[in-house]
């Protein structure tokens, strides 16, 4: 059983920095597609950072370009989002997702397993 568990989310000012982490655990493929999504109420859920396990491929969103940094840890079968100089619109639930191929690092269709999601809270 597939199961993506996020951690790090929180409240932090604007201009600060945190660290989410999405632990993976059951998935079988030997490459697939991982990343970050968000979504406010209201609002459709957006791509935040992804990328592919089997290459060196990675995504952003436009927004987070420069300041957001996916990364993972194989042995710890974890990805991370690093996110700094955040500011109030990136406050959001964000989640952890994964694909499997063929997937796609631009938008979330495809991507079936999902963590339960952790809240950022951005404040001016």
């Not at 490459?31 to 859920?45: D, H, S």
């Amino acid at each position: 059983q597939v199961q993506l568990v996020e951690s790090g989310g929180g409240s932090v000012q604007a201009g600060g920095s945190l660290r989410l982490s999405c632990a993976v655990s059951g998935y079988t493929y030997s490459a697939y597609c991982l990343g970050w999504f968000r979504q406010v109420p209201g609002k459709e859920r957006e791509v935040v950072a992804t990328f592919y396990s089997g290459g060196r491929s990675t995504y952003y969103a436009d927004s987070v370009k420069g300041r957001f940094t996916i990364s993972r840890d194989n042995a710890k079968n974890t990805a991370y989002l690093q996110m700094n100089s955040l500011n109030p619109e990136d406050t959001a639930m964000y989640y952890c997702a994964a694909a499997s191929p063929p997937c796609t690092l631009v938008k979330s269709d495809g991507y079936k397993d999902w963590g339960p999601g952790t809240q950022v809270t951005v404040s001016s």
